[in-house]
Structure formats: structure tokens, C-alpha cells
């Protein structure tokens, strides 16, 4: 069963239209990658689907239920969770704290002990436990990068967006990430992941979306789509697109 | 962080309340009179700190909220309401005014907030000015007097403003203590976050902006029946409107005693400089202020008074090892 679906959604910024008539769905379990070169509308269809943009045109369906003109806080709520590609920690509370706000206001605790209890259990699960009592500001990128996927499971999502949560890590960092990925997704949490690096895309997804000029331009396993032409031709331009072709024949 | 809190602070404030309260007993009329006006700043200064300091919205409302309760409390008594139910009905209207203009003015942020919400007390100061028929426009209004000898009725507004102190204090700790003032602190540090997390930062703003209406309602309604005579230019001051942030800012914006001790250090020093340089005083108040800005951004409460008593003798040792 899918749980997330987006039927012809697209969200204009005045005469640019930034998503363009996208439409997906996300089976339950699955890991999809969003990928695309930059300014293809990526992050805006992350908040189109999080209700930070509400989409100009189209639906969003999340469990069956029509969700487009959601506010942020709701999707929050449903456990339609996402991180941020800039990370959005709260600079001046500690990083319990910051994992504990979400489990009080985006989770359904029963009291704020329990929420401080399952704050805890999360940053144990993504290995920031030894840091819980640090200033959130204190933190390294990699941890801030992890801290924003703590507070994303204290919300006990269904639907994780990950936003970039790779970019600016170094290799050893990127396979700890990886590691750290799969067992979220080992949770049944279904997740969409923005990428640009095709070792994550490569070794995670199961399935690949791209995007280019806010249009869905394929969509496929992801060993097809590194070798799609059309694909490509949105990274390199056409011209390159032939010769890079060309040389893989010849090679 | 909300385990378990220090008591500290609230017994510093019954103590505080409990010696202002015993200002008439006490102290001359003089006295008593500034005692009035710490109280009266107090709960403004906390009412802002509700929406200032906690959730990082700063709001010029206050002069807005203090002047409409002056005229609802003044035209409630003119009718025939006695003087507390006045009162009262000043801090609920004001509430429910709040609750429809934190709705438009919250949508702002920032910069454009602050101005916004400047423009609250203006255009509630032109309202009354022009509704003529009601509220007698530029003429201003008389109000029942409350009965009684000047000393006791004195005695009678300070322990009504303390007692309003007291609430906007309640309001404060409450609000520090709970969910709400967990969102609000969420809200102050990153917005866009709080909404992510699951805040409903519209409901929880409002809340607030609500919260910090009331109290100052009620202290322009108490404050009218104090002086008997209310009128626009008074009662929707600019200059309170700013006085009451700075005051916050100055003790420290968003603890629970910063308010309390940026009141009563204002207060006095304004008195002070009133007295002693009349023409150049608002001049020295000013220098103040961005001096405060400058080198006390976290206000009195913040400064770490250890390092300074430490300071001292480390420099010394320092001379010593030079020498």
C-alpha cells in the first residue's frame, strides 16, 4: 500500500513554476531517492509536501487521507517527519532537549517525563547519547546532521524526508550515515531522500526519482537511471551527454 | 530542564512583594508613590516578558493594552461598575482585543513585528482620540475618584498593583514551568523549526501575546482610578510603550526575575536623574539604555559575578608574577 502519494502537484513562485505536475507515490518500507542537479526543485517539493509551500496545484495524499493544505506542525503530527538541508537546530537548549521538544509537541507522549525518555532512546539509537547534555550550538556538523535525525525519530514518523542529510560529510562520516540510514529504515519507516551523492543513491534506494527544471524527467531503478540519457543530459548538458555515451560505449 | 526548578526565585519575589507591600506602614508619601510605580512597571515589565522574553517577539504593544484598559476601566466606573469589577472588565476586553490583533500582527516577524505592533498603539490612540462621543476625545475623561483619605486610598492602589504583580508573576512561572512555555522557548530559538517539530507556533504565539495583554489591561484601569482624569496622549504613551521593554531587557528578558530587577533599577535611576538633572535627565536616560545595550545584551541577571569578584584578585597575582 502506498503512504505517500502526490497526484500532478505543483507549487509557483510567482511566474516560476518551481514544481511542475509531479506525481509519485512512496510504498510503505520503501527507500526512494529524489535527485537532480541543483535548482530543480528538489527542496521546494519537500516543502510542498510538508505543507511549508502549500502546492499551487495538485494533491498530496499521506495514508490515504488528502493532506495538501496542511500546515508544517500537522505533518509533524501525522508522522509525516523531515529534516532540513541547512540544520534547524534550537541553538541555545541541549541536545536532549532539542530531541525532547519533539517528542512532546510532534510525538504523543503521555507526560514530558516520557518524552524525555524517548528523547533519549533516540539519540542512543543515532549515537549522540555521550553529547545529551551539550548545547545543541556545541555540536560538530556530522552530530548536528544526526541530531536533526533525532529529533525526526522522536516524532515516531511513518514518512521520513531526508533533506541532504550527507552533504558536507566526509567519507568515513557518509558510511556511518549509511549504517545509520538502513536501521532507520529497518524500523518500517518508509523515507524519500534528497541526494547528490550517487554512493548513497546507489547503495540505499530502491527506486529513483529525478527531477530537472521542477518536472519528473524519470523514474527507475537506480543502476537504469545512471545510465539514462535523459538523466545525463540534465547533469551535463546534451552535448556532454554524447560524448559521455559515447565513451562509455567505446569503453 | 523542567525537573526540577530552583525555588529561589520565588521566594526572592514574596520577599520583594511582602516589603513593597509594607512601603505605607513604613515610608512617607513620596516613598509610597514610587513604590506605586515599581509595581505598575513590574507587571508590565513581566506581562512583556511573556511575549518579549520567552518567546522572542518584541512587541511595542504594551502602551496599547495599558491605554485601552485605562478607558474600558474609566467608562465601565463612569456607568456605575464598582472599581473592581471595572477592573477586571478592562482585563478581559483587553484580552479579547489581543487575541483578535495578535491574530493580524503575529504574522510579522522580526523587525516588521516591532513595528507592527508600534502601530497598535497609535492606532488605538487615534480610535479614542476621534470617537469624541465616547470617550471624549482630546478632552479626556474624569473618573470616580476612589474613596477614602490620599494615604489610604495609596495604600489601597499599590496593593492592588502588587497584586497584579503578583498574577503577571504566576503567568511567568507557570508559563516557564509548562508545555507552553517549552513550545515559546522552541518558537524564540527557531521558528521555522518549532513549526516542524509539531508546535502550533499561531496558537502558541497567541497565547502568549494574550497572556501579556491582560495584566497591563488591568494595571491601565487600576492606574486610571488612581489619578481620576485619563486622556489619549497619557494613556497610549509612546514613551512607555519602549520604557517597558528596556526595563525587561535591562534585568534580563526571559527569566523570572530579570523583569522584576530591570523595573525596580529603572524606576529608581529615573527618579534619580529627575531629581537631581531636570533638564538633561531623558538625555543620561538614553545614554543608559545603549550602554545597557552594549555591554549588558543579557541584562543584570546575566552578568556573571563570579568572574568579575574573580577579575579582581587574578590581575593582581598576574602584576605580581610581571613584577
Known amino acids: ?251 | 530542564m523542567m525537573a526540577k526548578k530552583s525555588p529561589w526565585p520565588l521566594i526572592a519575589m514574596a520577599l520583594w512583594v511582602a516589603a513593597l507591600a509594607l512601603a505605607p506602614v513604613t515610608l512617607g508619601n513620596y516613598e509610597v508613590r514610587i513604590a506605586i510605580s515599581i509595581a505598575m512597571f513590574t507587571a508590565l515589565a513581566l506581562s512583556w516578558n511573556i511575549i518579549g522574553g520567552f518567546t522572542g517577539y518584541p512587541s511595542f504593544a504594551t502602551a496599547a493594552f495599558y491605554g485601552i484598559g485605562c478607558y474600558v476601566g474609566a467608562l465601565a466606573q463612569r456607568a456605575g461598575v464598582p472599581a473592581a469589577l471595572a477592573w477586571l472588565a478592562a482585563a478581559a476586553f483587553v484580552g479579547g482585543v489581543s487575541f483578535v490583533l495578535g491574530a493580524i500582527v503575529l504574522r510579522l516577524k522580526g523587525h516588521y513585528f516591532a513595528i507592527g505592533s508600534i502601530a497598535l498603539v497609535d492606532i488605538s490612540r487615534l480610535v479614542v482620540s476621534s470617537w469624541g462621543e465616547v470617550t471624549g476625545g482630546g478632552n479626556g475623561l474624569n473618573v470616580p475618584l476612589l474613596e477614602g483619605r490620599p494615604p489610604e486610598v495609596s495604600a489601597l492602589v499599590l496593593h492592588v498593583m502588587l497584586g497584579i504583580v503578583v498574577l503577571a508573576f504566576l503567568a511567568n512561572v507557570l508559563t516557564d514551568r509548562s508545555r507552553l512555555g517549552f513550545g515559546l522557548r522552541c518558537i524564540e530559538q527557531n521558528e521555522d523549526a518549532a513549526d516542524m517539530v509539531g508546535i502550533d507556533t499561531t496558537r502558541y504565539k497567541i497565547a502568549a501575546f494574550v497572556l501579556s495583554a491582560i495584566f497591563p489591561g488591568a494595571v491601565g484601569a487600576v492606574y486610571a482610578s488612581w489619578v481620576g482624569y485619563i486622556d489619549p496622549t497619557d494613556s497610549f504613551d509612546i514613551l512607555t510603550t519602549v520604557k517597558v521593554p528596556v526595563m525587561a531587557m535591562l534585568g534580563g528578558a526571559g527569566t523570572l526575575l530579570g523583569p522584576v530587577v530591570g523595573a525596580v533599577s529603572f524606576v529608581l535611576l529615573e527618579e534619580l536623574f529627575w531629581a537631581n538633572f531636570l533638564e538633561w535627565n531623558r538625555a543620561i536616560m538614553g545614554a543608559i539604555v545603549v550602554a545597557l545595550i552594549f555591554f549588558l545584551p543579557g541584562g543584570i541577571l546575566k552578568l556573571d559575578w563570579r568572574a568579575i569578584l574573580r577579575r579582581q584578585p587574578r590581575r593582581k597575582a598576574a602584576e605580581r608574577k610581571a613584577g
Open chain 1, 1 to 251: 500500500m502506498s503512504i505517500l502519494e502526490l497526484r500532478n502537484v505543483s507549487r509557483a513562485f510567482g511566474g516560476i513554476k518551481a514544481v511542475n505536475d509531479v506525481s509519485f507515490t512512496l510504498e510503505e518500507g520503501e527507500i526512494v531517492a529524489l535527485i537532480g542537479p541543483n535548482g530543480a526543485g528538489k527542496t521546494t517539493l519537500v516543502n510542498a509536501i510538508t505543507g511549508v509551500h502549500t502546492p499551487t496545484a495538485g494533491t498530496v495524499i499521506f495514508e490515504g487521507q488528502d493532506v495538501t493544505k496542511q500546515k508544517p506542525f500537522q505533518a509533524a503530527r501525522r508522522g509525516l517527519a523531515r529534516t532540513f538541508q541547512i540544520v534547524q537546530p534550537f541553538p541555545k537548549m541541549t541536545v536532549l532537549e532539542n530531541v525532547a521538544a519533539s517528542a512532546l509537541f510532534g510525538g504523543h507522549p503521555e507526560s514530558l517525563a516520557e518524552a524525555h525518555d524517548h528523547a533519549a532512546r533516540e539519540l542512543d539509537f543515532v549515537g549522540l547519547g555521550h553529547v545529551a547534555q551539550s548545547p545543541a550550538s556545541s555540536l560538530t556538523l556530522p552530530n548536528r546532521k544526526r541530531l536533526e535525525l533525532a529529533k525526526s525519530l522522536a516524532m515516531s514518523p511513518k514518512v521520513l524526508l531526508l533533506d541532504e542529510v550527507n552533504a558536507g560529510l566526509n567519507a568515513t562520516e557518509i558510511d556511518g550515515a549509511l549504517d545509520l540510514i538502513r536501521r532507520i529504515a529497518a524500523r518500517g519507516v518508509s523515507i524519500l531522500i534528497i541526494e547528490h551523492l550517487m554512493k548513497v543513491v546507489l547503495s540505499l534506494s530502491s527506486r529513483v526519482l529525478v527531477l530537472h527544471h521542477g518536472e519528473l524527467i524519470a523514474e527507475g531503478p537506480p543502476q537504469e537511471m545512471v545510465h539514462d540519457r535523459k538523466v545525463i543530459e540534465a547533469y551535463l548538458g546534451p552535448k556532454f551527454a554524447e560524448r559521455f555515451q559515447k565513451e562509455m560505449a567505446g569503453a
